[in-house]
């Protein structure tokens, strides 16, 4: 049975960090894209990271380029999430999930979610003064 179990969100200060995990058991994590992904209340979830099975190339949410940093360990079957100069728009549940259809992440994370599966049950992050 594949599973994915986020850890380490929050409650943070604006310019506060924190780091997620997303720990996959059941599966050979380097053989899967892997995306981050984050839902605010009333929102629809939306893609913010991505690493590549393939090259293990990273790509990123406009908003969060430069702030947040994607890292695989295969060796430990996780994914961390860094998340550097919080800001309160960033508040939302954050998920990770694998890639079913390619190795590679593209924008897939960004426009082809449907894509993704084995959603965890997300762990929450809260930007506030």
């Known amino acids: 049975q594949v599973q994915f179990v986020e850890s380490g969100g929050g409650v943070v200060q604006p310019g506060g960090s924190l780091r997620l995990s997303c720990e996959a058991s059941g599966l050979t994590l380097g053989d899967y894209a892997i995306g981050w992904f984050r839902q605010a209340p009333g929102t629809e979830r939306e893609g913010i990271s991505c690493?590549?099975?393939?090259?293990?190339?990273?790509y990123y949410l406009d908003s969060v380029k430069g702030r947040f940093t994607i890292l695989r360990d295969n060796a430990k079957s996780t994914v961390y999430l860094q998340m550097n100069n919080l800001k309160s728009e960033d508040t939302a549940v954050y998920y990770c999930?694998?890639?079913?259809?390619?190795?590679?992440?593209?924008?897939?994370?960004?426009?082809?979610?449907?894509?993704?599966?084995?959603w965890g049950q997300g762990t929450q992050v809260s930007v506030s003064s």
């Open positions: 690493t590549s099975a393939s090259d293990r190339s990273t």
């Open positions: 999930a694998a890639n079913l259809m390619r190795r590679s992440c593209r924008d897939s994370y960004k426009r082809r979610l449907y894509e993704y599966d084995y």
